[in-house]
C-alpha cells in the first residue's frame, strides 16, 4: 500500500512538473503575458513601401511596445500598402496628426512601426486612419546606399 | 427434441466434424468429441497434434474451419463477442505456463477475475480468495510475486483463479509438464478434488499417460487430426489397436517407428562420400 | 528471378496486411478509453511507467541540448554582434522541433521499448490468452491505459525538455558567456509566439506522442511470441517510431510554419 501511495505522488509530481513547464514557456518563454489580444482597438496607417514589416511586428511609440501589426494588405487602386494596427486600448491618446514611420531595430534588426503624437487636441479612435502625410515609408537599405554613393560621386 | 435434449444435459461439449487448419497444415480433420457432464475427460496425442487448440476453439479464441462445437447448447463460433464472453466467465482455463499477470501478487492474480467481473466489496474478495487459495494450500502464499514461484505453485494459482468465478468447466492445458513428483502428485490430486468437490467439468489436455489415466474418467486419444481411439482407462489398455497400446505403454517401436524415414542403413554407410 | 518478383508481393500483402491489423487495433484501443478513464488507477501505474520513468532521462537531454545550443549559437551570433538574440534562438530551436522531436525519439527509446517488451512479453507467456479466456478484453484492461498515459504523457515531457532547456540556455548563454540576462529573457518573448511556436509545439508533441505509444503498444501485441520475436518487436517499435516522428515533422512543420 505504501508504495501505491509513493507511486501516486510521484505521477502527481511528474504531471504537476508538465503543466508547470507549460506555463513557464506560455508566460515566460512566449509574449502572452506582455500583449493580449482583447481590449485593443485598430488604427490604420498607408505606406509607399513597409520594407520588411510583417504581421505581428511591433508597434512601439517613443520605444515602447503599445500594439502589433495585426494585418497588412495591398490597395490595388492606390498602389499603397495599407497595415493594420491593434493599439493596447490602455493607449489611447494618439492625436489625430501622430506620424508613423517604420524603422529598423538596430541596423539589421527587424522592422516596426513608430508612432508620434502631434499637437492637436483630438484623439485616434477605434478604426481611425492615419493621415497620408504623416507616414514615412521604410528606409530600404539597398536604396539608402545607392543615394549615398550617388551624393558622394555628386559632391566630389 | 426429446432425444437431443436429454443428451445435451449430460453432454457438456459436443464437437462434430471438426475441422481445422493452420496454414497447409491440417490439424483436425473431422474429429467428433462428447465431454460428459461432472466428469474428468482427457485427450491425449503425442506432441503436436493441436490439443491446446482444441482447447481454443473451445473456448472461442479460434475458429474452426468447419464443423460444431457447442458448448453447454450454444455454438462457439457463432457467439458474438458478448456472447463469448458470458461463456468464458463459466469456463476456467489453465495455461501450460500458468499464466499468472506477472505485475500482480499471488492475491491479486487471483481476486483479479472477482474484481474485472464482479462488484463485490473488497472484504468479501478476500474471503473468497482465501477460500481459493486456500482449496490449492497456497494461502500462506499470497503476498509473493508470480516470478517468486515454482512452476507447479504457479499453476496451483493459476488453477485458484481458474476456479475463482465458480465455472462450470476447467480446461488444463498440458498440467503436469516440468513438474517434479510432489507437486506433479499435488496437481493430480487436486483435479480430480476440485473437480468432484466443486461439481465440474474438467478436460484435460496432456501427454503424461500414467498421470492422466488415473485421474481421468474417460480419454480420447488424437494423433494425425483424427480420433484414434476412445473409452475409458482400462478400455484403452486393453485395446486392440496397435497403435494406442504402444503411446498408453509408452513403447519405444511400435506402429509409429523409432526411426526417421531413411535409406537402408547398411546401403547408407556403405555409399560413402560426404554428409550430404 | 520469378522467386525474387514472389517475395516482393508477399512482402507488399504482408505490410498491407500489417497496416490493415494496426489500424483495427487502434480502433478497439480506442473504443476501450472510456473502460480506462472508470478506472483511473490502471491508468496511474502506466503513467508512472511511462511517464515518471523517463522524466530524469528527458530533463537531463533538455538539458544538455539547450546547453549546447547557446554555445554553438552564441559563436555563431558574436560574429554578428547578435549574441542578445540567443535566448530566441534556444527558445524557438527548443519549442517548436528539437523539444518535440528529440523527446520523442528519446521517448520511444525508453518507454516506447519497453512497452512493446512488456506486452510482447505478456503475449509470449499466455497472459494476454489467459485474459481473453477469464473474459477479460486485454485491449481494455492492458492496452488502452498503456495508450493514454503514453498520449497524456508526451506533451509534458516535452514541456519539460523544452523549459529545462531553455533554462539550459540561460545558464551557459547568462551565466558562463556573459551574454546580458534582460536581453536573454527580454528577446525571447518578443520573438516567441504562444499560438505560432508554443502551440503549435504542443500540437507536434500530441502527434508524436499518438504515433509513437501507437506503434509501440501494436508491436508489442502483434508480436511472434517468443524471445526472438521479443526483441525484434522492440527493434522495430524503435526504428519505426524514429522514421515516424521525422517525416511527420517535416509534414507538420511544412503545414505550420510553412506561411512565413
Known sequence: ???????????????????????????????????????????????DNIGGLKVRSAVKAAGVVVGRVANVDFDNERQEAVVTMRINERYNRFTDDTSAGIYTAGLLGEQYIGLESGGSDEYLVDGSEIDAGLTQSAIVLEKLIGKLVMDKAGGQ | MDAAESLQSDTLVRIRDLHFSRGERVIFDGVDLDIPRGGVTAIMGPSGTGKTTLLRLIGGQLYPDRGSVQVDGEEVPALGRAGLYRLRKRMGMLFQSGALLTDLSVYDNVAFPLREHTELPESMIRDLVLMKLQAVGLRGARKLMPSELSGGMARRVALARAI???PMMIMYDEPFTGQDPISMGALVQLIRLLNDALGLTSIIV?????????????????????????????QLRNTDSEWVRQFMQGLPDGPVPFHYPAPDYREDLLRGGGGD | MLD???????????????????????????????????????????????????????AVSGLFVGMVLALQGYNTLVDFSAEESLGVMVALSMVRELGPVVTALLFAGRAGSALTAEIGLMKATEQLSGMEMMAVDPLHRVIAPRFLAGFVSMPLLVAIFSAVGIWGGYFVGVGLLGVDEGAYWAQMQAKVDLHDDVLNGVIKSLVFGFVTTWIAVFEGYDTIPTSEGVSRATTRTVVHSAFAVLALDFVLTALMFGDN
Open chain 3, 4 to 58: 525474387w518478383i514472389r517475395r516482393l508481393g508477399a512482402g507488399w500483402i504482408q505490410l498491407f496486411e500489417k497496416l490493415g491489423r494496426g489500424h483495427l487495433f487502434l480502433w478497439k484501443t480506442l473504443v476501450g478509453l472510456p473502460s480506462v478513464l472508470v478506472r483511473p488507477r490502471l491508468l496511474l501505474a502506466q503513467l508512472f511507467s511511462v511517464g515518471v520513468l523517463s522524466l530524469m532521462l528527458i
Open chain 2, 164 to 166: 475463482a468465478l465458480d
Open chain 2, 206 to 234: 496432456s501427454h503424461d499417460v500414467q498421470e492422466t489415466a488415473a485421474i481421468s474418467d474417460y480419454i480420447y486419444v488424437i494423433s494425425r487430426g483424427k480420433v484414434v481411439g476412445r473409452g475409458t482407462p482400462e
Open chain 1, 1 to 47: 500500500m505504501k508504495q501505491t501511495k509513493t507511486m501516486e505522488m510521484l505521477v502527481g509530481m511528474f504531471v504537476a512538473a508538465g503543466l508547470a513547464a507549460l506555463f513557464v514557456l506560455a508566460m515566460q518563454v512566449s509574449n502572452l503575458s506582455s500583449f493580449r489580444e482583447e481590449g485593443s482597438y485598430t488604427l490604420i496607417a498607408r505606406f
